[in-house]
C-alpha cells in the first residue's frame, strides 16, 4: 500500500498538476488502484438485467480489453446456469482475474472453488439490521464461519476475500475484531461496502483509514449510490489507503446501483492522469457502455459523466469565448483521452460574437469584428424566438455576409428577414447526438 | 451560522440518528441549508434548453410550490426576452426570493436592479485560467469592479452575493483577500464555484472550513458534476459551514450539469431527515423533474436518485427476504416520503423462497414452506432459460399449487411443464415502470 502518484502532469493542469493525491496522504493509493468489475454479479441484481450465457461472455471479453483488474460473477449457487456461466468464463484465458461472489458458508464455498475462479469473494452481513433481519446470527457465529471458509479456500491456491456487509451500519468494535481476525489468518483482501448508500466521503475516509491501521492485508470497498455519493466515496476511500474499488458498468446493480466505471474514470484522470491513461483503455469506454445499456435495456443517461451527449457541449457566450482560447478554461476532462469530442453549442440566444466569429471562420467567411457583433445580435434575436438549428445559425450568417459583400445590397445591412427559415430542419439543434434516443 | 442539526430521530435509523451531522462539526450547516434553484439559468446554459416565457412561468411557479428558498434567472443583458421574462417572474408573488446572476459589471448591474427582483448575483473568473483567457484582468481590477457594483446595488436595498469563478483553480491568497474585501462592504453572501468540476469532498472541506474563518457573511457553494462529486461536494461544503447550495432539476446545466435537486434531496434527508420533510415537499419532486425534462426532451435517468424506475427495486433473493422482514435492511430511503412505492423483483433466477413465499400469500394460496422452496427451484429454473416476467411466475405457482392441492395430480409433484408459457406477455418483467421510456 505504498503512494505511487502519478508524478507527470497532466496536459490540463499546472505543473505541478494541483490534483494529484496530496502530500500529506502518504497511505493514499490514488495513484495506485485497483478495479474489481461486478457487471456480471452485482450488476445482474439490476432490475432490468437478463444476461445470456453468449451476452456474458461478450461483456467479459469487453471489460477484459478495457483492462479492469478482476471480473467478478454471480454465485455458481445461485442457478444451474450461473454455475455454467462462472465455469465457462474462467476458461476463456483473460488477464483479468476471475472472482465469484459467495455467502459466507461452506456448501456455497465448496461448489465456488471447483468452478476454475481465481478467487472467491465472501460476504456476511454484520449490521444490526441484517443480523436480525437477515441471517439472524451473533458476531462470534461470524467469526467462525469466515475462519472455516477463509481456510478451506484458501487451501485451494485462490484469492479469498472477506467482506462485512452494511459496514457503516455496523458496530466498530465489532467490524474491527472481525477484520483483525480474518486478516490475521491470511485473507487476501478485506472488502467493506456501504449496502444500502448511507455513507459520506468523510465517513468513509474515516473509517478506511481506521481499519488500515488495523489490517495487513487489501482494503477493497463497495459503494451503492442511493445518495450520490458512491463516486466521491470510492474516491476517499482511495486517499484513505483502500487499493480496490468495486465497479459496474453504467453502476447498475442492485436499485440504482453502485460505482459507475466511467463516472470513476473522470474522476480518477483528474486526479492520476497517467496511471489512468496508461493502465487502461479509455477509448473503449464508450462501446462497453453501449453494449451493457443494449444488453439490459436502458439508454445511456443525459448527464452520464464523459459519455453523455452533452458532457463536452458548451453553450454560454461567455463559456464559448474563453474555450475556443483555451479548452481548460471551462474543461477538467480533454474528451481526445476517451475518444470523445468538444462542441460549442452557439445556436441560441446566450450565445456569444467569440463564437460566432469561430463559425464565420469555419464557413470560410470575411466578417468584421463589427460586422460579427451586429450579426451575434441577429442570431440572439431569433434566439428569443423559437430554438435555432446550427442551418439557421447559418443562414442568418450567409444571409448577412452576402448582403454586407454585394454593393447593391449594402444599404440594407442590419434588415434581414429570415421568410425561409421556418422549413429548416430543426432536428439538428441540439448538439452532438440526437435527443431522447440511445447512444 | 449555528448548528441547527435534526434532533429528531429518523423513523429508518437507530436513536440518535447516526447520520446526522457529527457533533465536533459545530460549524456544520447540513441541519439549516437553504437552496438556490438555477434551472432557469444555469439550466438554461443546458445544451437541450430553450425555455419559452410560459414554461419559464410554469417551472418558477412549480420550483416555489416545491419550496425552493431562492429562484435564480438568466441575466437581463443576455437578451431582451430574457430581460422580460426576469419581469414577468419577479411579478408573480411567489415566496421563493427572485435572483438574477450577471457579470460583475455596472452594466449588467444597472440593468438587473431595474427588473424587479430580491438580489442579484454576480461572478467573475478568479482562475489564472479565466484571467488570461476570459476578460484579461487582474485581481486588483476584479476588486475595484466588485467594491463597485456591490455597492451599487446595495443601494438600491436588495440583496448581493459575490462568486469567484472556477474557486478550486484560483490562488487561495487571492480568493481570501477579495473575499475579505467584499466581505467587509456589507455582501450578503459570497460564492464559491467549481467551475469545471474538478473539486473533490476533503478539498471542498478544507476551503469552505478556511473562508468560515475569514468572513462572516453566508458561503454559498455551486458544484459541477463532470467527475461525479457534486452531490457530496455539497453535503462536505455544508459540513464545512456552507449555508446555500445551488442546485437544478436533474442538475441540468452547462456540460452534464450541477448538482441536482433530487440527488441532493437523497442525500439530505438522510442527514437531517425532520429538517428536510418539514421545509422542501418531496411528494412533488416526481412531477417537477417531469416538467423539466419534459422542457428539455430528456428522460429522467435509469438511475436517477429517488425517481429513477428501479431506485426502489430489489432483485436479489436475500435482499428480498431482509426486505420482506424490516425495509431498513436494505433502504436507506423511504419511498413513501417521496410518495413512490417499494418494489421486490422475485421473477428472475436470483429470486429466493421468501420473496417467493411472500408473493404465495399475496396470491391467497396455501402451501408449505417445503413447496414453496419446491416451486421457487422451478422458478429458478425457468430464470434460467429467459426473462420471466410477473405473469410466468404466478402461472408456475398456480398450476403447482393446482397441482399439489388437486388429489389425482399429486403423484406428478415436482414435474410440471410449462408447454403454455410461450405466449404470456414478457413486457411486464421489469419492475413498476416501462424501459426505456419517459418516465
Redo the contacts between chains.
Sequence with gaps: MTKEASSSPSNL??KPN??EPHPSDFVSNVGNFQLIDSTLREG?????A?FSHEKKIEIAKALDSFGVDYIEL?SPV?????RKDCEAICKLGLKAKILTHI?CHMDDARVAVETGVDGVDVVI?T????M???HGKDMNYIAKSAVEVIEFVKSKGIEIRFSSE?SF?SNLVDLLNIYKTVDKIGVNRIGIAD????A???QV?ELVRTLNNVVSCDIECHFH?????????A??AL?AGAKLIDVCV???G????IV?LG??M??MI??APEYVKSKYKLHKLRDLELLVADAV???I?????IT????????????A??IL??P??????DPHDFGMKR?I?FA???TGWNAIKARVDQLNLNLTDAEIKEVTNKI??M?????LSIDDVDSIIKKFHADVTTPKLKSKRGEITLTTEDDLDLTS???PDT??S?H
Design positions: 493542469a499546472q494541483p490534483y445482474e441484481q439490476f432490475a432490468n437478463f454471480t445461485a442457478s444451474e446456469q450461473s455467502r452481513g449490521s444490526k439490521f441484517l436480525e433481519h437477515s452494511d451500519r449496502t444500502v448508500g448511507c459520506n466521503p468523510r475516509y449510490d442511493d445518495t450520490g455519493c458512491a463516486i466521491p466515496n474516491y476517499c486517499e453504467l453502476g447498475i442492485e436499485r440504482n446501483g459507475p463516472g470513476l473522470a474522476r483528474v486526479a435495456e436502458v439508454n443517461p443525459f448527464n452520464n459523466p453523455g451527449f452533452c458532457a463536452f457541449t458548451h453553450k454560454a457566450g461567455i463559456h469565448k474563453a482560447a483555451n481548460s478554461t471551462y474543461e477538467i476532462l462542441y453549442h441560441n440566444r446566450l440572439k434575436e434566439g428569443d424566438i423559437r430554438p439543434t441540439q448538439g435527443k431522447r440511445k
